[in-house]
């Protein structure tokens, strides 16, 4: 039966050939479009670490003075800043599987080849524990030690495109490389590794999508060199050539645990930190957010909201598409009343004729979801060319490629429900009748 | 014309004509939502900076030892001038659309109790005012030695000049001349107000904090330094600007020129709104399309009721009605339907503006864009519904003679 639907889908298609490429058009425009924004939405907002985000956890406390506080709506000001003290004594203490403190910096690279003109890279100042617990996968060599950390040893990992760029992609572990003046020598180079967003950058002042960072370097180190964190917020005058000890938040701090239900525990042990700070009088406030990856991304709000809103206007475009499909559908069926009713009068049931429609209606769900990949790739192309941190990411893959069709049959299906009931109801004997 | 028939004629049809007003309506929804969100990026790009924006470039150095600082200064600065073209060369901290260079909160006392906002500062060596372009509206511009040495990023005490706007938050009706704000342990006093002064970077939604600026009078030393204003004919302009990055290998190699962040401001300025122009843009892709299907939708059903009702048509010929009838009558039946559908569409218009308040934090839609989507769609339809009635108006008088 099936078979003989396509058949008598196609004849209709061919005799009503402007109507039908009508519906297909205006389908395929919303699905292009539902599509378009739906892959840049998918690309903006999923797992940068899958298979460790729900372990990974970052910590938020609040600094701020007593006043103007109140009690149940205060929250930490500066998402998972932190002042550069309380980092390090929550590093120190130990108490997750892993912990890594980092900042942003900018890193004034001196290239080795005389005549080469100096550049800033985006670099990352941190601790021994961030490449094992972020999965930073190496080309050749390896992270450093706790012990570099402490001896402010002058120790370098390049990103894998540093490395293209100033050793023609060759080992250099061992080498130097110059940086802000000072000599560091590469320990390690990095696999292409950038995760999209850049969640350890988030409110560090950095992008959220885009390429990885250049250099990553130790922080103690990076720091005595005059490196300056990018983002620096003080709530009170603050000596800028210290910055540890200041009244100052510039540093993120964030840990991985053996497994997610090691949170709560990890909760309390900050919020007694906390409420230690408190009673030594550095801190006035006891509300802590202790928050996985994904939580975090959430409450940083990390997806612009352009793409939230093109997303919703394509769907609702798609909407608009759906509710024309359903007129011109409706048009074509009824002027098939008579082909029902021979048919309903040769011993079709109701739900013969209504499933014949549905065949119809999904066939030209199937046409439009091909116009509509079409028109996704060309809508793609030109978010390529937007001027957006993400805009050289955005790629149909093979998920979205089979959502469009799933997507493309369910709106038509929808569209066609209406049609098919309206042509299964007709009565045969009107139709026969006249002539 | 009777529109008594025309209604009893849609009733038989309940449906088609539910599901064209039910289009209208989301077309008019969404038309008159993406309309004013457009209106509202495009005001927003249309911010007065207060400066000469074609006659001004900024350039930036990064990654100099700050104790070469002076020395860069008086080299930068000598070099600059030697470009044939450049009419003045000043130091200062950022332009309008520019980098984020000082922002501080200010307080209206020196307690620091009565907080104002956090305006941003511009900091610039003698000259500067004039060089920008700043109109004066009242007091005067800063003499020379207003402009004091500092030892962070502005001078302990300094006499300021401050934009029409700022003046108009902090002393609202008041004459703002010598009235004095403080940020911590820094005190500004107020000598001249101008009229326009746009923040570095403008963000939308702090909009009416768009002009609290201040221009703060120093002298160019290590807190002051690597950024520098350039002011040149703006035929000369580009060229100039050119020729200035070209300069710096030779002039000061051991410093990073921001490549990027070293332009005109008027190229700084298209670069600020290029997401707006790109949401802009995709808003007016989306009309038109919306715009298009829906008068699909409309010729296509329109067609199939012209071919379902062609014996009454011809009958109504027959018995006397002109094509000019003909005609009208589709017209108008378009026409009610259009209305019932944008009556609808107003209701979902504002219902979608409430949720793009709520979710999207956009500005309630204003009451007068209504009308605007309103008449778009009823010339739509009636333009959409003009090729199906003239083929309407077309059938002859013998169809009704004729049966099936």
């Known amino acids: 039966m099936f078979g003989y639907y396509l058949d008598l889908a196609l004849r209709s298609f061919k005799r009503n050939r402007v109507l039908t490429a009508l519906m297909v058009l205006a389908l395929g425009l919303g699905i292009g479009a539902s599509i378009t924004t739906l892959t840049v939405l998918k690309l903006l907002s999923g797992d940068p670490l899958p298979q460790k985000s729900a372990r990974l956890f970052t910590a938020e406390i609040d600094p701020l003075p007593a006043q103007g506080y109140v009690p149940g709506q205060s929250k930490p000001p500066w998402g998972n800043l932190m002042p550069y003290t309380d980092a390090m004594n929550l590093l120190q203490a130990h108490r997750a599987e892993r912990q890594a403190v980092m900042a942003l910096t900018q890193a004034k690279v001196t290239p080795a080849s005389t005549g080469e003109h100096p550049f800033f890279s985006d670099a990352v100042m941190t601790t021994a524990d961030f490449f094992a617990m972020f999965d930073a996968p190496f080309e050749y060599g390896s992270g450093w030690s706790a012990q570099n950390d402490d001896e402010r040893a002058r120790v370098a990992v390049l990103a894998g495109f540093l490395n293209d760029k100033l050793f023609g992609g060759k080992n250099s572990v061992g080498q130097v490389i110059r940086i802000n003046d000072k000599d560091y020598r590469v320990i390690g180079v990095l696999k292409d590794w950038a995760p999209q967003p850049r969640f350890y950058a988030v409110g560090l002042g950095g992008r959220s999508y885009g390429n990885g960072d250049g250099v990553f370097l130790p922080l103690k180190s990076a720091r005595t060199d005059g490196m300056d964190p990018q983002n620096v917020s003080c709530w009170q005058t603050a000596d800028i050539q210290h910055l540890e000890t200041s009244p100052c938040v510039f540093v993120s701090f964030w840990t991985e645990l053996k497994s997610a239900s090691d949170a709560a525990a990890y909760r309390t042990f900050l919020s007694n930190y906390v409420q230690q700070q408190i009673s030594l009088g550095r801190f006035h406030r006891p509300e802590v957010v202790f928050a996985d990856l994904m939580k975090f991304l959430a409450l940083e709000q990390v997806v612009p909201d352009d793409a939230r809103l093109q997303t919703n206007l394509a769907f609702g475009f798609l909407l608009i598409c759906i509710v024309n499909t359903v007129g011109l559908l409706l048009a074509k069926c009824l002027r098939r009343s008579r082909e029902i009713g021979v048919r309903r009068a040769l011993g079709a049931t109701r739900a013969a004729v209504f499933a014949q429609f549905m065949v119809e209606s999904g066939m030209v769900g199937i046409a439009g979801g091909v116009l509509g990949l079409i028109f996704a790739e060309l809508g793609l192309w030109a978010i390529r060319h937007q001027p957006a941190q993400y805009a050289s990411l955005a790629r149909l893959d093979v998920s979205m490629f089979v959502t469009t069709f799933v997507i493309a049959l369910v709106a038509s299906l929808i569209a066609g429900l209406l049609p098919a009931w309206r042509a299964c109801v007709v009565a045969p004997a009107p139709q026969l009748k006249s002539v | ?404």
């Open chain 2, 1 to 404: 014309m009777q529109i008594q028939p025309i209604l009893s004629a849609l009733k038989k049809h309940r449906l088609a004509t539910a599901l064209i007003a039910l289009e209208i309506a989301l077309a008019c929804a969404v038309l008159c939502n993406a309309c004013y969100l457009i209106a509202g990026r495009l005001s927003a790009m249309r911010i007065n900076s207060g400066v000469d924006e074609t006659s001004l470039g900024f350039l930036a150095l990064q990654g100099f030892d700050a104790s070469q600082a002076s020395d860069l200064n008086a080299r930068v600065v000598a070099g600059l001038r030697a470009i044939p073209g450049v009419e003045s060369v000043h130091v200062i901290n950022s332009v309008p659309f520019g980098p984020q260079a000082g922002a501080v909160g200010i307080t209206l006392d020196q307690a620091g109790k009565q907080f104002r906002g956090v305006p941003e500062l511009y900091v610039g060596d003698p000259g500067t005012p004039k060089a920008l372009g700043l109109q004066l509206v009242a007091g005067r511009m800063p003499t020379a030695d207003d402009y004091q040495p500092m030892t962070t990023f502005v001078p302990a005490s300094s006499r300021v000049l401050i934009a029409r706007a700022l003046a108009e938050h902090l002393w609202p009706g008041q004459d703002p001349l010598g009235k004095e704000f403080w940020s911590g342990p820094f005190h500004f006093r107020v000598i001249g107000v101008v009229a326009n002064l746009a923040i570095q970077q403008y963000d939308e939604e702090g909009e009416h904090g768009a002009q609290w600026t201040a221009f703060v009078p120093a002298q160019p030393g290590p807190q002051l330094a690597g950024t520098y204003l350039i002011r040149a004919n703006p035929q000369d302009l580009d060229r100039v600007m050119t020729e200035a990055k070209a300069a710096m290998a030779r002039i000061a190699p051991d410093a990073v020129v921001d490549q990027e962040g070293s332009q005109t401001i008027r190229e700084l300025r298209q670069r600020f709104f290029k997401t707006d122009r790109a949401m802009a843009g995709l808003l007016v892709g989306v009309i038109v399309a919306l715009l298009g299907v829906t008068a699909f939708g409309i010729v296509g059903l329109a067609s199939f009721w012209v071919a379902q009702r062609r014996k009454q048509i011809g009958i109504r010929r027959a018995l006397g009605a002109t094509r000019a009838d003909i005609l009208r009558y589709f017209q108008t039946e378009n026409f009610l339907i259009v209305t019932f559908g944008i009556v609808l569409g107003i209701v979902l218009a504002i219902g979608i503006n409430l949720a793009l308040m709520k979710f999207f934090e956009v500005p309630r839609l204003p009451l007068w864009y209504l009308p605007i989507g309103v008449l778009a769609l009823w010339l739509l339809g009636q333009l959409a519904v003009l090729v199906p009635a003239l083929r309407a108006a077309a059938v002859p008088p013998v169809v009704a003679t004729r049966s099936a």
